[in-house]
């Protein structure tokens, strides 16, 4: 029978379920929007409002009222941008602006970090403070940073303050990438909006396998090997040899990568087929030569803003002499580590990053003093192993739960690692190691090799092919879903 009630709770926020896109409701979602966005596509005005007003109701749908904040924040810097535009005074400026980024840093120091203090001042200074029930708002850590950066660009006089209101909004709770980003910069996304509608071939093909991939990466390969290895590892490494766990670690790492990267494609997908381009936020990192190589292609966008905002604007990056140097870059790596969370765990992932650039930059003045060569293969493919382990022995503090379950897994690596029970680790775990396997060759692929054999291709491809492609995709995740749903690593941040 029939039941209204059921069909009126669908479009309600259920904390169970939020909408995310890998959702089912998002299917019908985005139908919707997209006709609406169609019929309006050549009013500039028009689609704003409309493209708008569904973002926030997709963000009501991933977060119920916290949507509240993302226009309260709106309002508050969409007003400040302009009354520093409009100040004369440098001295007003300057206060308008604190006021703006204690306003946006205050926001995310109590819903991040609250209870981070409190357990500091109960365990170092005889506190007696019981921990407060937060909620930590989707999104809350991407749209913060595109505040914060767009009330800079404005004061440093880089960018004109937006004068619509409902294009700063839109800015803002941009559905594709509000809730994890990437993080996009108003002078990169507002004057997009002025623009004609036009979607070419190429735009649309690219977004197709944007979306495509993205979605293979995240619901095929990473709730995958999510599901049926890294939860059972990270869960309790004791219970696991060394072998166990250290493939444990190297599973994460592709497994991070897939889940993040596969929002980052989806997201920008979706707004090339808007006639919107979002920039590129992962670049193959795994195969970077040096750890400086790896934050150039790891959460581009994250990288990019905590250089351009916090290590050269706030810290003054490497102007300062070489002591000041080192001591910015750890700051901003620690500083990158704690922007994921107030856990004692992100400030040891940032610090082992930050330790390894100062190393990095080091090794590079010494190379260049004495001018050592340094472009023979053996040196090239020896970096990049060197690379990955390292960055690998830092994820393993960014994915346990706490610094004891970290400790203990180093120690199994360490200490209970035996060659003899790798056939039957082999045996034990053949699909996941076959995914895995499957997951790197992917990720090593050159990008000319995509750009030659497949956009090439795909570009000429017409829509009935593009369809089948798609099917087959749906036969593939079917055989790989599970009953129960992985929620993306980022939407913690």
């Known amino acids: 029978m029939f039941n209204i009630d059921y069909l009126l709770n669908q479009f309600l926020y259920d904390?169970?379920?939020?909408?995310?896109?890998?959702?089912?409701?998002?299917?019908?979602?985005?139908?919707?929007?997209?006709?609406?966005?169609?019929?309006?596509?050549?009013?500039?005005?028009?689609?704003?409002?409309?493209?708008?007003?569904?973002?926030?109701?997709?963000?009501?749908?991933?977060?119920?009222?916290?949507?509240?904040?993302?226009?309260?924040?709106?309002?508050?810097?969409?007003?400040?941008?302009?009354?520093?535009?409009?100040?004369?005074?440098?001295?007003?400026?300057?206060?308008?602006?604190?006021?703006?980024?204690?306003?946006?840093?205050?926001?995310?120091?109590?819903?991040?970090?609250?209870?981070?203090?409190?357990?500091?001042?109960?365990?170092?200074?005889?506190?007696?403070?019981?921990?407060?029930?937060?909620?930590?708002?989707?999104?809350?850590?991407?749209?913060?940073?595109?505040?914060?950066?767009?009330?800079?660009?404005?004061?440093?006089?880089?960018?004109?303050?937006?004068?619509?209101?409902?294009?700063?909004?839109?800015?803002?709770?941009?559905?594709?990438?509000?809730?994890?980003?990437?993080?996009?910069?108003?002078?990169?996304?507002?004057?997009?909006?002025?623009?004609?509608?036009?979607?070419?071939?190429?735009?649309?093909t690219k977004g197709y396998y944007l979306i495509l991939t993205g979605l293979f990466k995240k619901l095929i390969i990473s709730d995958f090997l999510t599901l049926n290895y890294v939860n059972y590892i990270f869960d309790d490494p004791s219970r696991y040899s060394g072998i166990e766990n250290i493939m444990g670690v190297f599973c994460y790492a592709i497994v991070i990568y897939c889940d993040f990267s596969g929002?980052?494609?989806?997201?920008?997908?979706?707004?090339?087929?808007?006639?919107?381009?979002?920039?590129?936020?992962?670049?193959?990192?795994?195969?970077?030569?040096?750890?400086?190589?790896?934050?150039?292609?790891?959460?581009?966008?994250?990288?990019?803003?905590?250089?351009?905002?916090?290590?050269?604007?706030?810290?003054?990056?490497?102007?300062r002499g070489n002591l000041r140097t080192n001591i910015n870059l750890l700051t901003t790596m620690i500083l990158g580590g704690l922007w994921h969370g107030g856990s004692v765990n992100f400030i040891i992932w940032g610090a082992i990053h930050g330790v390894g650039l100062i190393i990095h930059k080091t090794y590079l003045s010494i190379i260049e003093k004495y001018k050592l060569v340094t472009n023979r293969a053996v040196y090239i493919y020896l970096s990049a192993i060197l690379t990955f382990i390292f960055v690998n022995i830092a994820w393993i503090f960014f994915r346990a739960e706490n610094l004891h379950t970290a400790q203990v897994m180093i120690h199994q690596i360490l200490f209970n690692f035996s060659i003899e029970l790798i056939p039957s680790f082999i045996a034990n775990y053949k699909s996941v190691l076959l995914m895995m396997l499957f997951a790197y060759i992917l990720h090593f692929i050159p990008e000319n090799l995509i750009d030659k054999y497949v956009m090439k291709n795909l570009h000429k491809a017409n829509v009935t092919l593009l369809i089948c492609i798609f099917i087959l995709f749906l036969i593939c995740y079917s055989q790989f879903k599970s009953s129960t749903p992985v929620m993306p690593i980022y939407l913690q941040f």
């Open 15 to 204: 904390e169970k379920n939020p909408l995310l896109f890998s959702n089912g409701f998002f299917i019908y979602f985005f139908v919707a929007f997209i006709c609406c966005y169609y019929l309006l596509r050549n009013k500039i005005n028009g689609r704003s409002i409309v493209v708008s007003l569904f973002s926030l109701y997709f963000f009501y749908k991933a977060s119920g009222s916290f949507v509240i904040l993302v226009i309260a924040s709106s309002i508050v810097d969409f007003l400040l941008s302009n009354l520093i535009y409009k100040q004369k005074n440098t001295f007003n400026k300057k206060i308008t602006l604190g006021i703006s980024i204690l306003a946006n840093l205050g926001l995310l120091v109590y819903f991040k970090y609250t209870n981070l203090f409190l357990s500091i001042l109960n365990e170092y200074m005889d506190g007696h403070f019981h921990l407060l029930n937060i909620i930590l708002p989707v999104g809350i850590s991407f749209y913060t940073f595109e505040n914060i950066s767009y009330i800079i660009d404005v004061y440093k006089g880089e960018f004109v303050p937006e004068k619509k209101y409902v294009n700063y909004l839109l800015f803002l709770s941009f559905f594709p990438k509000l809730v994890m980003g990437p993080i996009v910069r108003a002078k990169d996304f507002i004057p997009q909006l002025y623009k004609p509608y036009n979607v070419s071939n190429e735009d649309f």
């Open 263 to 319: 929002y980052s494609d989806i997201a920008i997908g979706i707004a090339k087929w808007l006639g919107i381009n979002i920039p590129q936020n992962f670049n193959s990192p795994y195969q970077s030569k040096n750890i400086s190589e790896f934050w150039k292609r790891w959460h581009i966008s994250l990288s990019q803003w905590l250089k351009d905002y916090l290590y050269i604007a706030a810290l003054g990056g490497n102007r």
